[in-house]
């Protein structure tokens, strides 16, 4: 494919225009086979986290593994993916470690990523059909079946951390990511992958309560915290609650300890901002006594309610309030 640096440059400045922090270009081609990086890494590891089964209850991640693997699959024509990245990082964590708190992840203290990403990719297809009017492309955030770190990495946004996280030089790991897979001939940006920065460093492996990052840096979901509390609908096993603490959604441990987060500047202010109804922060007595209507009203406009209200009370119940 002739690529046109020309288009690749205008459609970078758009993406920054329309409120990305990051943007990088990954080669569409099947992420299991494409050159230079070592895209092998990504498909074997992923067929062997299936095959070990720690994906736990999350059944959806064993379907359209071909499609997953083969993110051109998606969007017929598909040339290139247009990797987006945005902070969430926020520094407001005492009323969550005080006595009694309910401890929320940061990614869900603010407005529902989903949506606010969406909106901006979708904006940024608008102003892209300005330029380009054959464009042809789709959004995604989350909940496609697409390796979304995978070609974050692809596309020079970073790399992946000992805790499985991508990390991005300058940002940290509390970023949320989305792509526009399109018909675009963007000149990919495989030639600059980014070094390794863990080096040594494996204060993630000892900062996560229940071991459950393992050393390929994939995380088995069977004892991560985050995978019971946002996912999980069935009981909490006995050893996980035991190391829950004061969590009622999510976790940030194996991020919080990170270096290159520590050093992190705030992240978006849209996306950090509270929504409307938002009730946080809550007590654990708050949180076990939930009405529906109480879940209702806070997590409207949330990623918090992915998890049900029952599950909240469960999760609730579960902790030890620590
Ligand atoms: C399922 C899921 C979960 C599950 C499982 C998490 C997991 N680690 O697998 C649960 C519910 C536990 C979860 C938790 C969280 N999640 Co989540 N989750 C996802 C989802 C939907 C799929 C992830 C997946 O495919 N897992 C399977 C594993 C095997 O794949 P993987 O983690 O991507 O790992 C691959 C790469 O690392 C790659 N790889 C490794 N080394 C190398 C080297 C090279 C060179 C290359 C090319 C590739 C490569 O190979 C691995 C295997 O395929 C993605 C969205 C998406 N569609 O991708 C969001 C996503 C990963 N989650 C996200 C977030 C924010 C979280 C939490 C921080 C939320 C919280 N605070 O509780 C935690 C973090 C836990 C952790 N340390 O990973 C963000 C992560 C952003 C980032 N900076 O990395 C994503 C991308 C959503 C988004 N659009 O922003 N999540």
Not at 32 to 52: C, T, V
Not at 143 to 162: H, K, N
Not at 217 to 227: E, L, Q
Not at 238 to 262: L, M, W, Y
Request: glycine fraction near 8%.
């Amino acid at each position: 494919m002739q690529f046109d640096d020309t288009l690749t440059t205008q459609v970078k400045a758009l993406a920054t225009q329309c409120g990305f922090a990051r943007v990088g270009i990954a080669p569409v081609v099947p992420v299991a086979s494409a050159e230079p990086i070592e895209h092998g890494e990504h498909m074997e590891k992923f067929r062997q986290w299936l095959a070990n089964g720690f994906h736990a209850g999350m059944a959806f991640m064993a379907d359209n593994v071909d499609k997953r693997l083969h993110p051109d699959k998606l969007v017929e024509g598909a040339s290139c993916v247009i990797c987006l990245a945005i902070s969430y990082m926020r520094n407001d964590d005492e009323p969550y470690e005080s006595p009694g708190a309910a401890y929320i992840a940061r990614y869900a203290r603010g407005r529902d990523y989903h949506k606010l990403l969406k909106k901006r990719a979708v904006k940024l297809c608008d102003r892209i059909r300005e330029i380009f009017p054959g464009f042809v492309g789709r959004c995604f955030v989350d909940t496609a079946p697409l390796p979304e770190r995978t070609l974050a990495v692809q596309s020079g946004l970073g790399w992946i951390g000992r805790n499985g996280m991508l990390i991005v030089p300058g940002l940290g790991n509390h970023v949320h990511l989305a792509e526009i897979v399109c018909n675009l001939p963007l000149q990919p940006d495989t030639a600059k992958p980014r070094p390794d920065g863990c080096g040594d460093c494996t204060a993630c492996i000892a900062a996560c309560p229940t071991g459950a990052i393992l050393p390929d840096k994939t995380i088995d979901c069977n004892r991560c915290i985050s995978y019971h509390t946002i996912e999980n609908r069935g009981e909490i096993p006995r050893e996980v609650q035991d190391k829950i603490g004061n969590r009622v959604f999510g976790c940030d441990a194996c991020q919080s300890i990170c270096p290159h987060t520590r050093n992190a500047p705030p992240g978006d202010e849209q996306l950090t901002a509270a929504p409307e109804n938002s009730a946080l922060p809550l007590t654990i007595e708050q949180i076990r006594n939930w009405t529906y209507d109480d879940w209702d009203l806070t997590t409207r406009g949330s990623a918090l309610r992915r998890a049900t209200h029952e599950m909240f009370i469960r999760n609730g119940r579960s902790t030890t309030g620590k």
